[in-house]
């Protein structure tokens, strides 16, 4: 059952247009009528006019000599006008003095003449002779040719007005057509996202919860998948919006094109999707969710780019975890945090737990937004020592973070937030201000030829303000360039690569050196490493971890400080916790190294 | 002696029959209605009035046409006047010659000579000569016949619906 917005055209207003119009044109045309037969009557009236004064004069003469005769003859040239069906002149007294009756049987009148005052017309008016009226003369008339000439003049009318009735009629319909379409298109802009064509939030809320009502009905199951980008915010902030934008284009046809016909896709905002599917118990989830996750991890070919974005999933059963759309929705939500968690390309089920999880990192939210200025970040130094002589040539700085209401939160746990909440870049600004400070007394201490290592996460790559904030805090704590070293993650590197390569060039211009953190386990290739103006790897504690032992591992290690070599790159080894690690890395040629065998990470003093 | 008296003074003061005074009555109409038709040249009638002068003996009928005055004519009030045969009639634009003899008639007739002046006379059934207009009675209807060279002699115009009217027109 596709989503389906309702939409009322409300048809009644049509046949109410129409009547309109016809009664509007049918008005008209009575006004036109009865004005025009007013007009024509009165016409009449004046020729009847001048045809009796055209005998009064006459007559009135025969009057006051009494000639009837003379005026019965006056009266009989009437015959010419075969309209006067009779003329009488009567004197003062009342007497008849003379008449005229025309000859032959008239016609009576049509039926409908009389009524519409159509049939015949009586006209009076006294002889005078010196200002003395000597008798009356009076004409009937009959309408005939006025009758005629309504007839004819009604049929052109009613004609006229039923053309413009139907032009009228054409028009509206076309007038309906564009404002139907229009509704239609609005109907749809309110319920479809314009982007990706997909239903949006709305159409969303309301048609999961018909098929959610319908489904309890049956007493039927279902689930609801909700999934985003995992590296979408990365693609946006360094790509640009109108990439993103494209990139999303391209997620949604490809989703198009995996899920069933039955299924509801929809876009709820960002980089947000939904799949309902109607039917599916627990496996029957995990395998829609595995092939979403399968068609989304190909990389998309955007406006030239490769972008691998990779999603993650978090499914809420219907009606378990959740009876209403909000409540499923929320619990999709938390499982997908989970997902999140758990390292993306991954799904999760909603489990209870997760709400006290999403109630806890609610609360870590909270708290981190104050750590910062209630003075609850501080950093830690770990010694970076050179593996021969194990003499410290540096120190990473790391951030703590104890809240009084949590206690020691990890900084896998914090980092992130703090990266989804745009806190990072003040944190970023603390840490880089701490270090460089603690750089600086060390360095009046005595120990000329420390260097601190400070973490940058990709996050601080968007905004332009890194280079500007490294510069100046050398600047404010005296720090020479080259006792600082930043280290920045695979992640950083991913997409807007001339945009980042820029940064870093402007970095490495003003004397910092770089290094390449958690080396191995990212995407960064040979070729890009040659472009970068990177000057150190730091091998991940996931390959130092088992070596000597593992021979694939103890293999990637020697090949990654091989090609180093080649490349002109130091290396550090992270994680290094015993001597047969040590003397591992120190027999393939890593100089430096890092770890617990070496020295916890320890507040400065 | 005061009943005879009486019966006399009666007799003397006793209005005319009252089919004679229908008849003149009518035939006042006619010459008011008469007047109405006829055209005068430019310049007539003088002094803002109408002047009908009368020379008759017949008291009713001198009486008929006195109560023609106040009507109008042409605009103007008509007056009526009672003139002798002898008098000068020259303020008239008509004038009504009752019976009288052929001398007294030739002589009005010889005064007004060429003078616009229309003349109406009581003919009695035929056209008397010289007269403009000459009235005739048959029955209750009034007659006239018109001597239309008399007529444009006097420089008048008689209108046609006149002309059509009459019983007779001398051309």
Redesign the interface.
């Known amino acids: 059952m596709k989503p389906q917005p309702t939409v009322d055209h409300g048809r009644g207003w049509d046949r109410l247009n129409w009547l309109s119009t016809a009664l509007a044109l049918g008005i008209a045309t009575l006004l036109l009528i009865s004005s025009e037969t007013a007009t024509l009557r009165e016409d009449f009236q004046h020729r009847l006019a001048t045809q009796a004064s055209l005998v009064s ?2 007559s009135a ?2 009057v ?4 009837a005769q ?1 005026a019965q003859d006056n009266l009989a040239a009437f015959q010419h006008a075969p309209d006067i069906l009779s003329a009488r002149i009567v004197l003062p007294d009342g007497t008849l003095f003379a008449s005229y009756q025309k000859a032959g049987a008239s016609e009576d009148a049509p039926f409908w003449a009389g009524p519409l005052g159509l049939d015949r017309i009586e006209y009076q008016r006294p002889l005078d ?3 003395v009226a000597v008798a009356d003369i009076s004409l009937v008339a009959d309408l005939e040719p006025l009758r005629a000439r309504i007839l004819g003049f009604i049929a052109v009318v009613l004609g006229a007005a039923l053309l413009a009735l139907l032009i009228a009629q054409a028009l509206m319909a076309r007038l309906r057509r564009a404002m139907r379409r229009n509704e239609d298109d609005m109907v749809h802009m309110a319920h479809y996202d314009a982007l990706t064509g997909l239903p949006n939030r709305a159409l969303f809320e309301t048609h999961t919860a018909r098929v959610l009502a319908q489904t309890a009905r049956g007493g039927g199951c279902a689930a609801l998948l909700f999934f985003d980008l995992d590296n979408f915010k990365v693609v946006n902030d360094s790509l640009g919006h109108p990439v993103g934008d494209l990139l999303l284009k391209a997620v949604a046809a490809q989703l198009g094109q995996v899920v069933r016909q039955s299924d509801d896709l929809s876009r709820l905002g960002g980089d947000e999707f939904t799949l309902l599917v109607v039917g599916a118990e627990r496996q029957q989830a995990i395998a829609v969710a595995e092939h979403v996750i399968q068609a989304l991890h190909q990389p998309f070919p955007v406006d030239g780019h490769e972008l691998s974005v990779g999603a993650s999933i978090g499914i809420a059963l219907f009606p378990e975890d959740g009876d209403s759309v909000d409540k499923l929705l929320r619990s999709a939500d938390s499982a997908l945090y989970a997902a999140k968690a758990a390292g993306k390309h991954t799904w999760r089920f909603f489990s209870a737990e997760m709400d006290q999880q999403a109630r806890d990192r609610l609360a870590l939210e909270a708290g981190l937004r104050h750590a910062l200025e209630r003075g609850e970040l501080r950093m830690v130094y770990q010694p970076i020592v050179d593996l021969g002589t194990g003499r410290h040539t540096g120190f990473e700085a790391l951030m703590r973070w104890t809240s009084p209401e949590l206690g020691d939160v990890s900084p896998a746990v914090f980092i992130p937030i703090a990266e989804e909440t745009g806190l990072i870049h003040a944190f970023g600004a603390f840490a880089l201000r701490e270090a460089c400070a603690q750089t600086r007394t060390w360095l009046d201490e005595g120990r000329i030829d420390v260097v601190v290592s400070v973490n940058i996460s990709a996050r601080q790559f968007y905004g332009r303000t890194l280079v500007d904030s490294v510069r100046q805090t050398l600047l404010e704590t005296q720090l020479p360039p080259s006792h600082l070293d930043l280290e920045i993650t695979e992640t950083a590197l991913m997409g807007a690569e001339r945009e980042v390569i820029d940064i870093l060039n402007e970095l490495h211009d003003l004397g910092v050196s770089l290094s390449l953190d958690d080396f191995g386990i990212g995407y960064a290739s040979l070729s890009q490493l040659k472009r970068l103006p990177i000057q150190k790897l730091k091998i991940d504690r996931s390959f130092v971890m088992d070596i000597p032992h593992d021979h694939d591992d103890a293999a990637i290690v020697t090949a990654i400080i091989g090609m180093a070599d080649a490349l002109g790159l130091s290396v550090v080894a992270e994680g290094v916790e015993t001597q047969d690690q040590q003397a591992f890395l120190t027999a393939v040629g890593c100089r430096r190294g890092q770890g617990y065998l070496f020295g916890k990470p320890e507040p400065a003093e | 002696m005061r009943g005879i008296l009486l019966a006399i003074l009666l007799l003397a003061l006793a209005p005319p029959t009252r089919a004679a005074l229908e008849e003149y009555e009518v035939k006042a ?2 010459i008011y ?1 008469l007047s ?2 006829a055209e005068w040249p430019p310049g007539s009638p003088r002094e803002g009035s109408f002047n009908l002068c009368a020379l008759t003996e017949n008291e009713s009928m001198a009486e008929a046409l006195s109560r023609l005055g106040g ?3 042409k605009g103007v009030s008509l007056m009526a006047w009672r003139k002798r045969p002898t008098s000068d009639l020259s303020i008239c634009q008509m004038v009504y010659l009752g019976d009288m003899n052929d001398a007294a008639r030739g002589r009005v007739i010889a005064q007004l000579a060429g003078q616009p002046v229309l003349t109406i006379g009581n003919g009695g059934g035929a056209q008397i000569p010289g007269i403009m207009v000459s009235l005739g009675i048959a029955g209750e ?2 007659y ?1 016949d018109i001597d239309l060279p008399a007529v444009q002699r006097g420089g008048l115009r008689l ?1 046609a ?2 002309l ?2 009459a019983r007779s027109v001398v051309k």
């Open positions: 004069a006459n003469a025969a006051v000599f009494k000639d003379s002779l010196e200002d | 109409a006619v209605h109405l038709f009507k109008t004519v209807r009034v006239f209108d619906k006149l059509r009217l």
